[in-house]
């Protein structure tokens, strides 16, 4: 099993920033990618970026050019840096990987990011 803990969420400001954290714990072996994802109130949960373990990133258009994912392997943390915040972008937004043995997919408890106008 692996364990994500998501911090520093809170309230920001629109053109402001916001940066997010996700450290993962337990069996970490069991994961070489991890994300994050993004639900507001009344919509699905939505991906927002991705890193594998060689740092490579993919990002929703919606978020690209101002969020930046990035992590450190030595700490098995992975943050996501937001920055030009829009009010869009408020949401729960979720820490997750999947497991590389199985088809389960691991899931932080979320963190509540408001941005306000």
């Known amino acids: 099993q692996v364990q994500l803990v998501e911090s520093g969420g809170g309230l920001g400001q629109a053109g402001g920033s916001l940066r997010l954290s996700c450290a993962a714990s337990?069996?970490?072996?069991?994961?070489?990618?991890m994300g994050w994802y993004r639900q507001a109130p009344g919509k699905q949960r939505e991906w927002v970026a991705t890193?594998?373990?060689?740092?490579?990133?993919n990002y929703a258009d919606s978020v690209k050019g101002r969020f930046a994912i990035s992590s450190d392997n030595a700490k098995n943390t992975v943050y996501l840096q937001m920055n030009s915040l829009q009010p869009e972008d408020t949401a729960v937004y979720y820490c997750?990987?999947?497991?590389?043995?199985?088809?389960?997919?691991?899931w932080g408890q979320g963190t509540q990011v408001t941005v306000s106008s």
């Open positions: 337990g069996s970490i072996f069991r994961i070489n990618t």
């Open positions: 890193i594998t373990k060689v740092g490579r990133t």
């Open positions: 997750s990987a999947p497991d590389i043995w199985s088809s389960a997919r691991y």
